[in-house]
């Protein structure tokens, strides 16, 4: 789970802007399809990792780990944390470590996770460019890692974290997984496209 709130997220200034859209707007799949395709430019012909912060044990964090499970098979990308295979607190730095080994060429990072955010942000997904710092709104210091950030506001945060997390209603968390994993399928089968295309020209 990542500290940063919506509000934090909104006052970073950069070359890439903040986007944010809840999971209920009419256009969240479109829109946030078009944001995943500007990100994706972003890594060029690097290989694309998408690392799902998570766990199953709770419903609030279960939100990267069901993205990855859902994207688990889908081309154009290596995936890391699943339900039956979660990237959490415990194993982050040893997975970080095996994706250093094994993706040398240095990948393109997506970092997907949870966050805590204010009551009027809850359900809204938050694309932005740099790292992801898990854990710190739980007291905990985790390596910071990724070139873009995908999170999911998935509750209030200021009170309790691990039991609002732990209580977060699942249906809303699954709701914003769909509109998530739509986009990025979307964004990748249009990369392989783009690849693809690019390939056979110098070919």
Known sequence: MDSRTSSDLCE???????????????????????????????AGDREVVIICVGTDRSTGDAFGPIIGSKLHSTAGATVYGTLDEPVHAVNLAATLDTIAQIHRNRPFILAIDACLGKFDHVGHIIVEQGPLRPGAGVKKTLPEFGDFTITGVVNVSGFMEYFVLQNTRLGVVMRMTDIV?????????????????SQAVRG
């Open 12 to 42: 970073r200034t950069g070359e890439f802007p903040v986007f944010r859209i809840g999971f209920d707007h009419p256009d969240a799949v479109p829109r946030l399809s078009q944001i995943v395709d500007e990100v994706l430019e972003q």
């Open 181 to 197: 994993v739509h986009a990025l399928r979307n964004g990748l089968f249009r990369r392989n496209m783009r690849l693809g295309i």
